[in-house]
C-alpha cells in the first residue's frame, strides 16, 4: 500500500482479555516504531525494530506487551491481561532508515479501549 | 536525550503567518530537530527537519540559530487546515545505539476565521 496501514481502527475488550494490534508498514522501510497516546497527550515510545536487529524494547511498559515483526515486514503488538489504563491510541510508524533523523511515517492508529 | 519546550497552545486567523518556537537546551552535536503536525485521529504527519541555519519546504521553514538551543518552526498565511497540534523533536543517528524520540505535549495551534 502507499502507507503505513494498521488494524482494527478501533478495539473495544473487556478487561483480562488479550488483544493484537497490526501493523503493516511502508514496503521497503527497514526501521518500525510502535507508540502509544493517551487522550490529550504527546506520544509514548513503545518498541522500535531495525532490520534483523534486536528490537529496542526499553518502552514497554509492562511484561504484558510484547511484539514482533515477522520477515522484516508486518508487526504485531500484543497486550495480555488487558487493563483500563491500557485505553489509548496505538501508532505504527515507519521508515526508510533506522536513525531518528529521518521522516517516520505513520499509520491511523488503533483507538483501544478496555472496559 | 534532549527534552524540548514549546507552548502548549496558540490562536491565529487566517492568513497570518504563525511562528511557533521550541527551545531545546541540551541539544546534541549530533542532533537533528524535526516538526510533526497532528490533526485528530490521525497519526502525525512529518513537516520540517534541519540541523542548522534556515530549512525551507513547501509548507513551512524552519530557523536554528547558531547556537541551536532553539528552533521555530514558521507557517506562512495559515488557513483553517492548519488547525492541528504541532510537535517539535529533536533526535539523532548514534551507531550502534538505537534512540528514540521524546514526544512532548505539542503546541496546539487554533486557526480562527
Known amino acids: 500500500g502507499a502507507g503505513v496501514s494498521q488494524s482494527p481502527s478501533n478495539k473495544v475488550t473487556e478487561k483480562g482479555k488479550d488483544v493484537e494490534l497490526r501493523c503493516d508498514p511502508i514496503?521497503?522501510?527497514?526501521?518500525l516504531y510502535w507508540y502509544r497516546q493517551s487522550l490529550g497527550q504527546g506520544l509514548e515510545f513503545l518498541i522500535y525494530?531495525?532490520?534483523?536487529?534486536?528490537?529496542?524494547k526499553s518502552g514497554l511498559p509492562s511484561d504484558r506487551f510484547s511484539a514482533e515483526r515477522t520477515g522484516g515486514s508486518v508487526s504485531t503488538l500484543t497486550i495480555q491481561r488487558t487493563q483500563q489504563e491500557d485505553s489509548a491510541v496505538y501508532l505504527c510508524a515507519s521508515s526508510p532508515q533506522g536513525g531518528d533523523n529521518t521522516e517516520a511515517f505513520f499509520g491511523q492508529g488503533t483507538r483501544l479501549t478496555v472496559v | 536525550l534532549a527534552k524540548t519546550t514549546q507552548p502548549i497552545s496558540m490562536d491565529s486567523y487566517e492568513g497570518q503567518e504563525v511562528n511557533i518556537t521550541c527551545s531545546h537546551n541540551?541539544?546534541?552535536?549530533?542532533?537533528?530537530i524535526t516538526w510533526y503536525q497532528q490533526f485528530p485521529s490521525q497519526g502525525p504527519r512529518f513537516i520540517i527537519q534541519?540541523?542548522?541555519?534556515?530549512v525551507t519546504n513547501e509548507v513551512a521553514s524552519l530557523f536554528i540559530p547558531a547556537d541551536r538551543k532553539s528552533s521555530t518552526l514558521s507557517l506562512p498565511r495559515v488557513s483553517l487546515s492548519d488547525t492541528a497540534v504541532y510537535y517539535c523533536l529533536v533526535g539523532g543517528y548514534n551507531a550502534g545505539n538505537n534512540r528514540k524520540l521524546i514526544w512532548g505535549l505539542g503546541t496546539s495551534l487554533a486557526v480562527n476565521p
Open positions: 525494530f531495525q532490520g534483523n536487529s534486536a528490537p529496542d
Open positions: 514496503s521497503g522501510h527497514t526501521a
Open positions: 534541519g540541523y542548522k541555519t534556515k
Open positions: 541540551n541539544i546534541a552535536t549530533n542532533d537533528y
